[in-house]
Each structure stands twice: as structure tokens, then as C-alpha cells.
């Protein structure tokens, strides 16, 4: 058994190939090839004949094998990251998008890439507002986003205005509950992912160190096959999602001019691992910035 030994967090643990891959992969690395070199670190080390060795030992390891297979930058981005961990700098990740974008599946992997154990939904938040307020005093919060617009009483039929009003006041609502675990995460230090519809920009209260994006899909048939994908997986009939691809669409609309109007990125979820890449790439380099003005 390999000891690795850290002097900052004065604690001695068994090396794990688990471990160093979830880090490994933090640089944008796929998962096969971050396992690959996990395992080429360990055969070395056992070589060696090595019984302890130091996390900056292991570190330094990983960037030479990551160079030798070509990967330049990637072993840049890993050794950032593994610097950035140590200065215990809080983050909030909030991934926004309207349904079936993919949202949570991007957020799932960002968790899993970044060590975040809390992933909360917008929809969960939403479900224990329900439970405190009533839909006689609140009646958008207990209704599909999509179909908000239904509780607009100043109207008897739906019209574009009138659907981006309705998801509009339901977004304002669930946001109280947002902007509350947002502030909680940054007042106490914790790391978070958050991801739902209802990250609207402009409507969430960005804290130093949180990171929004908006998530999109090019065309309605791509939102209609993902919905067909997604029922396969889950108890959400796609039929009744499909019913109001329309109403979907233009609440996508409005998303992104909030976005654009707020200066958030705005990624197209074609692909699942350029995404998450993009996301990655995007925080690492506004991470070197704030990691740099906390050094000058």
C-alpha cells in the first residue's frame, strides 16, 4: 500500500486511482484516458519501490505523465486546479436553462469533476415553497413553468407577452428561495451547484465567487428528441412536454436576452463533454483572475 502524506492538512491516506482521475478529469481530461494515467502514476510509484510519498510528489508526477502524452494543456489546467483547491476559495455554480436542455446532466458531471457533493434544483426549491404557500396566494408557483402564463388574470388567452409574464412571476418567487441558499453557501463557505429553469439572470444575486451559465438547444426538433431520450430514463411522459414545445421555446427565448442583457454566457448543449469543457475552461480562466488579484 502507497501512504500519500500531506503536511498542509497534516493527514496520511492510502494513494487511490479514484481519486487522482476525479482530479485528473478537473483539467478536461475523458475519463478512460485520466484512469489511464492514474494507473501509470501508481505502477511507477510501486516501481519505485515507494511506500510514502507526498501529495506534491503526486502532483508533480501526474504533470509529467500528462505532458508525455501530449496532453500541454491539460497539465497546465491540473496543476491550477490543484492549487486553487488549496486556497479554499467557497464556489457557487448555477446552471440555467429552460426544459430539456440537459441542465442536470451537465450539472451531475461538473459535480463529479469538481468534488461538489450539493446539487440542488430549482424544482426542488420550488416544491417546498408549494408546501409552505398556498395556490390561492401564489397560484404561478403550483403550475408548470411553461404554463404560468394561465394564472395571468389579466388576460383570457395565452399570447408571448403574456407567457414570458407568467414564467416571469414564477421566477421571481422561486428566486427568494434561490438567492437564500446562493447567500447561505457564500456566508458559510460551502461549495454548491445549482441548476434549474428558474436561473433567470437578473433575477439571482451573484455572489464574489459564483458562476452562472445559461444552457441552450439549437432547434425545436433537437428539444423534441431530447425529450424522447429523456423519457426513457425518467416518469416524464415526453408527449406532454412535446404538447408545448412552442410555449418551451419562447421561454428559452427570453432566457437568453436576459443572459445577453446581463453579460452571462450563453453555451449551446450539443455535445455533453464540449459543454461541460466550455464550462470548465470558462471558470478556470475567470478563477486565474481572481487568483491573481488576491496575490497583487
Keep these: 500500500m502507497i501512504i500519500v502524506t500531506d503536511r498542509e492538512r497534516n493527514t496520511h491516506l492510502p494513494f487511490s486511482r479514484g481519486i487522482l482521475t476525479r482530479s485528473i478529469t478537473l483539467a478536461g481530461v475523458d475519463v478512460g484516458i485520466a484512469y489511464g494515467i492514474a494507473t501509470e502514476v501508481q505502477k511507477e510509484l510501486e516501481i519505485l519501490g515507494r511506500r510514502f510519498v507526498t501529495s506534491d510528489e503526486i502532483r508533480d508526477l501526474t504533470y509529467l505523465k500528462l505532458r508525455d502524452h501530449g496532453l500541454e494543456e491539460e497539465a497546465r489546467r491540473y496543476v491550477f486546479w490543484r492549487r486553487f483547491k488549496r486556497l479554499k476559495l467557497p464556489m457557487v455554480l448555477l446552471i440555467g436553462g429552460t426544459t430539456g436542455v440537459g441542465k442536470s446532466t451537465i450539472a451531475t458531471e461538473l459535480a463529479f469533476r469538481l468534488g461538489v457533493r450539493s446539487v440542488i434544483g430549482t424544482d426542488t426549491i420550488r416544491e417546498v415553497m408549494r408546501k409552505m404557500i398556498g395556490p390561492e396566494l401564489l397560484p404561478d408557483l403550483h403550475t408548470s413553468s411553461f404554463l404560468a402564463w394561465k394564472t395571468i388574470r389579466s388576460s383570457g388567452r395565452r399570447g408571448e407577452v403574456v407567457l414570458w409574464k407568467g414564467f416571469e412571476s414564477q421566477v421571481k418567487h422561486v428566486s427568494v428561495g434561490v438567492n ?6 457564500h456566508r458559510e463557505g460551502l461549495n454548491a451547484i445549482i441548476e434549474g429553469i428558474h436561473l433567470v439572470p437578473g433575477y439571482v444575486n451573484l455572489t464574489e465567487n459564483s458562476f452562472m451559465y445559461v ?8 428539444l423534441r428528441a431530447r425529450f424522447y431520450e429523456r423519457a426513457r430514463y425518467s416518469r416524464r411522459p415526453a408527449e406532454y412536454y412535446i404538447e408545448h414545445l412552442d410555449e418551451i421555446m419562447e421561454i428559452q427565448g427570453f432566457i437568453v436576452d436576459k443572459a445577453m442583457e446581463h453579460g452571462i454566457p450563453v453555451l449551446e448543449n450539443v455535445e455533453l463533454e464540449k459543454t461541460v469543457s466550455m464550462i470548465m475552461e470558462n471558470m478556470m480562466d475567470r478563477m486565474m483572475r481572481r487568483v491573481k488579484s488576491l496575490k497583487g
Excluded: G, L, N, S
Design 180 to 185: 437564500a441558499v446562493v447567500e447561505r453557501a
Design 215 to 222: 444552457i441552450t438547444v439549437p432547434t425545436k426538433e433537437d
